[in-house]
């Protein structure tokens, strides 16, 4: 919301309303009223409503006939019930909703169950105990946004879920929450992508908690759908092309570029470490029971795109990740974190294994050519863990385009941005985050600008990723603890 909400507190006297008045009113406006006390504090004339002759719901709900929303009106007012008995709660709950259609009501006290179709949440003194009063309100907040998502897509036959080209656990996971709170199948919300999945994570992800995503060719092929939902990423992500995008959800930095038509929903979280716990805000918002394998995704979504919560994490972060914890399959999880290897790449990996050459923190793998892409993460994903290495990067050649992984550790360097600054424009296209990051060149323009033998030899490739690395570095004033100046391998 853009500013805060008013308050009123409705309670009789078998809960703290006093202290949460003044804990509420340090914040913003607040109204409230006590079971035989009648309202509280200046703002109310007590005496217009005798305190003891206010018992009873018929004469709370008189009391409340009284009332009037200030300036910000019943859609910025936030109601907190809490009555000992739990008819009282209901029937002050149905006067408010008669009398403020759009005012959202926190109720304490038993859950109801089914479906809730109006602006309310429902908690038990127990949960409002062990959550507080400030996770459920934020809740609450959600929960009006949750619905506008749900109804920026109503009335579509075809939904398409498109995410990034090489989807990974926290877009997969966000995308399976999505179609969880739009209560889709795959058949009529698949996910897309225009890349397939890669690196062997989350390959083994998608195998293990039977995630399908469709491969699709090009912006046309999106035509079919009645909506496109952009998960985990933003029209930004797929340069060159030009989509109809109608929702975005996402947690990376907003970025403009040109679309076919305005969103009719955008909600782009940057203080959130993973979309998957913007997700979780949501089904929890929504109240919507998250399953095992649904809680499985998520939770490894936070921890990949976290680096299990030692990157960019918020107390959102931290709140989905022991929400979910407790609801997930730890066995499944370990059977993702540690795929299965292929002999061909032990084979590839062993002879990069020999070239590794680690200078001044920047540890180099070079695999020649490789027959599956997600074998040059895993390898620089291995390279961080070499002794003295704060920059490892691998580079490998597959289906004619040369693919550098970097992986960084440390405050001294922002692996992103380095490699946009390098190969980025003229060169190439690159993109990342601050602890990792991916380039890709194509071989014609490598050979053009190193030379048409840098490719054949691997002393030359590393000669040449060194230099380019080294000098990058350099014009950014970026360094490893222990980097003054990289040369250029003569290996």
Request: glycine share 8%; with cysteine.
């Amino acid at each position: 919301m853009s500013k805060s909400p008013a308050y009123l507190v409705l309670g009789d006297e078998s809960w703290p309303v006093e202290s949460l008045l003044k804990a509420l009113a340090e914040e913003t406006h607040v109204d409230a009223f006590v079971e035989g006390r009648g309202w509280l504090g200046a703002r109310r004339d007590a005496k217009k409503i005798p305190p003891k002759a206010t018992t009873g719901a018929s004469q709370i709900s008189r009391a409340l006939e009284s009332f009037e929303c200030d300036a910000r009106g019943a859609d910025e007012t936030v109601a907190i019930v809490g009555f000992r008995d739990s008819d009282t709660s209901a029937s002050v709950v149905a006067t408010l909703k008669s009398r403020f259609a759009d005012m959202r009501i926190l109720q304490l006290g038993a859950r109801v169950a089914g479906p809730r179709q109006s602006l309310r949440r429902d908690v038990r003194w127990t949960e409002l105990l062990g959550e507080g009063v400030d996770e459920e309100l934020e809740l609450l907040a959600l929960q009006k946004r949750a619905r506008e998502l749900q109804k920026s897509v109503e009335g579509a036959e075809r939904i398409a879920i498109l995410l990034q080209d090489d989807p990974d656990p926290d877009g997969l996971a966000s995308a399976l929450a999505f179609r969880k709170i739009l209560g889709r199948k795959p058949q009529t919300a698949p996910l897309v992508s225009f890349g397939s999945i890669t690196r062997p994570e989350n390959v083994a992800m998608a195998r293990l908690l039977e995630i399908e995503v469709e491969h699709i060719h090009s912006p046309a092929d999106l035509e079919a759908f009645d909506r496109v939902v952009l998960v985990d990423c933003q029209p930004s992500f797929f340069k060159g092309k030009t989509l109809p995008v109608d929702v975005i959800l996402d947690h990376h930095p907003k970025a403009s570029v040109p679309m076919l038509r305005k969103p009719d929903f955008v909600e782009i979280r940057e203080d959130l470490g993973a979309t998957s716990t913007l997700m979780t805000l949501y089904l929890r918002a929504l109240g919507i029971e998250i399953s095992q394998r649904l809680a499985t995704a998520l939770l490894y979504g936070i921890k990949t795109d976290t680096l299990l919560l030692n990157r960019e994490v918020s107390e959102q972060d931290l709140a989905a990740f022991v929400h979910l914890y407790p609801r997930s399959n730890g066995n499944i999880l370990r059977r993702i974190e540690r795929p299965e290897l292929p002999l061909a790449y032990l084979e590839v990996f062993r002879k990069a294994l020999g070239r590794l050459k680690v200078r001044d923190g920047l540890a180099l793998m070079v695999l020649g050519k490789v027959e599956r892409e997600e074998w040059i993460p895993q390898t620089a994903d291995f390279g961080l863990q070499v002794e003295g290495a704060e920059l490892a990067v691998a580079v490998g050649i597959y289906d004619d385009k040369v693919v550098l992984s970097g992986r960084a550790f440390g405050p001294n360097i922002h692996c992103g941005e380095l490699f946009k600054s390098l190969f980025n424009g003229g060169l190439g296209c690159a993109g990342g985050h601050r602890s990792m990051a991916k380039a890709i060149v194509g071989k014609e323009r490598w050979e053009t600008k190193f030379g048409a033998r840098s490719l054949r030899s691997m002393p030359l490739l590393q000669a040449s990723v060194f230099r380019i690395l080294g000098q990058g570095l350099k014009a950014q004033g970026l360094k490893t603890t222990a980097l003054g100046s990289v040369k250029a391998s003569k290996a």
